[in-house]
C-alpha cells in the first residue's frame, strides 16, 4: 500500500464516459494508482471540491509544424502548439507526418519525429498522410509503420499536391484492411471544386467569401459517397473528417443503416461559425475563417450539434491549422490579398477545442457531461488505439486530467497561448475554462500560468485501432483478397 502519493487530487467529481462520482485521484509515478475516498496524504495535493474533473483531451485531428509550399508558414512549432494545448485541457495530440510527392513515407515520419524532439510539453503520436502510394509504400513502408505504433493514415480526396485517385485510395484502403490499421478521408471532390473555382475567380468574384461557393455541401456529399463505396469495396471501417453539414451527415446515416461501419469526425468551426463568417462583402476580413469544408448555416450547426447528441459523431476534433493573418507567411502570403483559392485553409482552435464544446455543449444543455468526454476524450483514444492509457479515468491510466473551473470568460486571443494572430471565436462569452491541466502527474497550467515542460511531451505507439467490428461484407473479401 502506498504511504504518501506523488500528487492527490482531492474531492473531484470525476467525469468518465460512462459515470460520474466523487473520489480522490492517488497519482505516482505520472499514473492514476488509485481511486477512493479519504486517500492517503500527496507530496502534493489540489482541492478540486465542487468541481468536475475530466480525463486530459486528446485532440485526435491538428496540424502542427507541416511543411508547406511558397511563403506559407504553419505558425505553431511542437512548442507552442502543445502549450497552447496544454492550457485548453489537451493532454495527448494526433498531428501528422505528412509525406511528400517523391519523397519515401518513411523519411516523412523521420523528418516530423526531429521537429517535435525535445520540444513537446504533452503526450503526441503521429498520423501518416499518404501522399505518394507507390508499390514500395504499399508493399512495404506502411505494413511497416503501421506494425511500428503507427496505426492511422489520412488521405485526401481534394487538393492537387494531396489528393489520390480512386484507385489509389482502393490501394490504401487494401491495406489497411490486411494489416489493422485505419483510414481518416478527406471527402470533397476535387473536381467539381476546381470547376467552380475556375468560373467564380473569372468573373471576378475572389473574395474570401466566394470559397464557401466554390465548396457547396453536395461536393462533400458527394465524396463521402463516394469514400464510403470505396470502403464497401474493400470491406474495410474508414473516418470520414471534419463533417460540416446535413448531406454529408445523412449519407454516413445512411451507410450505418445498410451495416457499414463508417466513424464521423466533426469540429468546432461547424457549431460556432457559418458562411457569414466568410464575409458578406468583398472584404478581405473574411480570410480568417477560410477553411474547408467551409462553415455551413445556422441550420446545419443545428444539425450537427444533433449528430454530437445522438452518437453520429465518433470524435470531436480541432483540426487546428494555424496560420497567422499578418505577416507573409499566413493568411496574406507573400504580403498580399489573394484570391480566396490561394487563401491558406485552416483556423486555429487547439486551444479553444475543450471549452467551446463543455461551455456550449454541456453547460449549454446539449450534450451529457459523459458524452463530452466521449468524444473529446474516451473515443479518440480508443478509435486510434491509446486506450486505456489514454482517454479515461481509471487505475493505470496516465496521469492526465482537467479541472475546470466554471465562470463568465470572455475568449480574447491575447489570452490565448498559440503563437498564431486571431482566434475565429474573440468576444465570445463562455462558461468555463479548464482551471487546472495535468500531463502525467505534472501541472502544466494553472489556470493562470503555464508551467513549460519542454521534452516532457512522449511520443506514443498506437495499437490496433478500436471500435471497429469484424467486417461485414464477406462477399467481398474474395475481390479484395486477390
Keep these: 500500500m502506498i504511504e504518501q502519493f506523488d500528487l492527490v487530487v482531492r474531492r473531484a467529481r470525476v467525469a468518465t464516459a460512462s459515470d460520474c462520482f466523487l473520489t480522490d485521484i492517488g497519482i505516482q509515478d505520472g499514473r492514476i494508482v488509485q481511486l477512493g475516498l479519504a486517500l492517503p496524504a500527496g507530496t502534493s495535493e489540489i482541492d478540486a471540491e465542487g468541481r468536475v474533473v475530466t480525463p486530459g483531451g486528446v485532440d485526435a485531428h491538428c ?3 507541416e511543411i508547406t509550399s511558397g511563403p506559407v508558414r504553419m505558425a505553431d512549432d511542437f512548442n507552442t502548439g502543445t502549450r497552447s494545448a496544454a492550457c485548453g485541457g489537451t493532454t495527448t495530440i494526433i498531428p501528422f507526418a505528412a509525406q511528400q510527392r517523391g519523397q519515401s513515407l518513411r523519411a516523412a515520419v523521420e523528418t516530423y519525429r526531429k521537429r517535435a524532439e525535445g520540444l513537446a510539453h ?3 503520436a503521429f498520423h501518416l498522410i499518404v501522399t505518394d502510394p507507390t508499390q514500395a509504400v504499399l508493399e512495404h513502408e506502411l505494413p511497416e509503420l503501421i ?3 503507427f496505426t492511422s493514415f489520412k488521405v485526401y480526396m481534394t487538393y492537387d499536391d494531396l489528393k489520390l485517385n480512386d484507385e489509389q485510395i482502393l490501394d490504401v484502403l487494401a491495406v489497411a484492411r490486411e494489416h489493422g490499421a485505419l483510414t481518416m478521408l478527406h471527402a470533397e471532390n476535387a473536381d467539381c471544386i476546381r470547376w467552380l473555382t475556375r468560373r467564380l475567380t473569372a468573373a471576378g468574384r475572389t473574395a ?3 470559397h464557401a461557393q466554390s465548396r457547396p455541401m453536395l461536393v462533400e456529399r458527394e465524396a463521402t459517397h463516394r469514400a464510403i463505396a470505396l470502403a464497401e ?16 451527415v445523412d449519407q454516413i446515416r445512411w451507410a450505418r443503416a445498410l451495416g ?3 466513424l464521423a469526425e466533426t469540429c468546432p468551426q461547424y457549431l460556432f461559425l457559418t458562411a457569414e463568417d466568410l464575409g458578406l462583402d468583398d472584404s478581405y476580413h473574411g480570410a480568417r475563417c477560410v477553411c474547408s469544408p467551409p462553415p455551413r448555416d445556422a441550420e446545419n450547426q443545428e444539425i450537427i450539434w444533433r449528430g454530437l447528441a445522438d452518437g453520429m459523431f465518433t470524435v470531436f476534433s480541432s483540426d487546428h491549422a494555424p496560420f497567422r493573418l499578418d505577416g507573409t507567411q499566413g493568411k496574406h502570403p507573400g504580403g498580399r490579398e489573394v484570391s480566396f483559392d490561394h487563401i491558406p485553409n485552416g483556423i486555429p482552435g487547439l486551444e479553444t477545442r475543450m471549452a467551446l464544446l463543455y461551455s456550449e455543449g454541456v453547460l449549454g444543455g446539449r450534450i451529457t457531461l459523459e458524452r463530452f468526454v466521449e468524444l473529446t476524450a474516451t473515443h479518440p483514444a480508443k478509435v486510434y488505439g491509446l486506450h486505456p492509457r489514454k482517454g479515461t479515468i481509471a487505475i493505470g491510466a496516465d496521469a492526465d486530467l482537467v479541472i475546470w473551473q466554471e465562470g463568465e470568460r470572455v475568449l480574447r486571443n491575447v489570452d490565448l497561448h498559440h503563437n498564431v494572430d486571431y482566434t475565429p471565436y474573440e468576444g465570445m462569452t463562455l462558461k468555463a475554462w479548464p482551471g487546472t491541466t495535468i500531463s502525467r502527474g505534472r501541472v502544466v497550467w494553472d489556470g493562470r500560468t503555464f508551467y513549460p515542460q519542454h521534452g516532457h511531451g512522449q511520443l506514443l505507439s498506437c495499437g490496433q485501432p ?3 467490428p469484424p467486417r461485414v461484407r464477406p462477399e467481398l473479401a474474395v475481390a479484395t483478397d486477390l
Design 208 to 210: 474570401p467569401r466566394y
Design 147 to 149: 506494425s511500428e505504433g
Design 233 to 248: 469495396l474493400v470491406d474495410v471501417p474508414i473516418l470520414i473528417v471534419h463533417v460540416s453539414g446535413r448531406e454529408a
Design 466 to 468: 478500436g471500435l471497429l
Design 122 to 124: 504533452v503526450d503526441y
Design 260 to 262: 457499414l461501419h463508417v
Design 63 to 65: 496540424h502542427i509544424d
